[in-house]
């Protein structure tokens, strides 16, 4: 009875894409987040007759043969790129991409990381980090004398002080772009780590070779569209029940099978 796991194969299909959606809405509030979308395939097929086979001797060719599928298989778990709405904060160190790109960000263990979470902060020591305390790379630094800061769409970081009209150039922000975004593996904390899927990162200033540029005082939400969802939930739920009902139409079939006389 094929019936049992080819239904089995679409239950757990159904399983994952309710997972995923579920990860979205439970993310629809965090800045930089990309929807995920769950994609599968089908499985192998039994050959009962090829198609093209010689069906008699006098050479008649089958046109379509039997094929029996054997289910569905997940194939990936895409991340749906789109940029969030742009929400003002008002606050000097956040910051939204707007367009392509990616900040980087410094990892303990030495690794480079990827996000577009500008949401950042001033350390003990005045460095610009992220909310987590991980280094934005180009690293900038900011007196503790500094009375504001100020962003261009450039990513050059300025900082006036009380004593002087004009500002201080105290560095750059850089962006870095990616051949194929969505081969980037999602480390958690709005944060993703360079694959060979993904490809190497193209670092550039911002505006520059395609990349998008900074607004200061912005964040980025989440791409999220909370009504797409939920019909995707109720549609992922009513397969899942479709595929209980098929288990369910094989068990009787297989009693009755079984209480034949």
Do not use: C, W
Not at 53 to 74: E, I, M, S
Not at 91 to 96: F, K, T
Not at 111 to 127: C, M, N
Not at 212 to 241: F, K, M, N, W
């Amino acid at each position: 009875m094929r019936a049992l796991k080819i239904a089995a194969t679409g239950m757990t299909a159904q399983q994952l894409r309710v997972e995923t959606i579920s990860n979205n809405l439970a993310n629809m509030n965090t800045t930089g987040y990309n929807a995920r979308r769950a994609e599968f395939s089908d499985l192998h097929y039994q050959q009962v007759s090829r198609a093209g086979t010689v069906n008699a001797a006098d050479g008649t060719v089958l046109p379509t043969g039997v094929q029996l599928g054997l289910g569905v298989r997940p194939s990936a778990v895409s991340i749906h790129l789109a940029q969030g709405a742009l929400s003002a904060t008002g606050n000097d160190l956040d910051i939204a991409i707007d367009g392509r790109g990616f900040l980087e960000v410094q990892l303990p263990s030495g690794q480079t990381a990827y996000t577009r979470d500008g949401s950042l902060k001033r350390s003990a020591d005045g460095l610009i980090v992220t909310s987590d305390g991980y280094a934005v790379i180009p690293e900038v630094t900011i007196p503790v004398d500094a009375r504001s800061l100020s962003i261009n769409p450039d990513g050059e970081v300025y900082a006036y002080f009380d004593d002087a009209s004009e500002g201080q150039l105290l560095g750059q922000f850089t962006l870095a772009a990616f051949t194929n975004a969505k081969g980037l593996e999602a480390l958690g904390s709005n944060l993703f780590a360079e694959t060979e899927a993904s490809g190497a990162p193209l670092v550039a200033a911002p505006g520059e070779d395609g990349l998008g540029s900074v607004r200061q005082g912005y964040l980025e939400d989440s791409s999220v569209d909370a009504v797409r969802e939920v019909t995707e939930l109720i549609e992922a739920q009513r397969g899942y029940e479709m595929n209980a009902k098929v288990i369910s139409a094989a068990d009787q079939m297989m009693a009755a099978t079984a209480q034949v006389r």
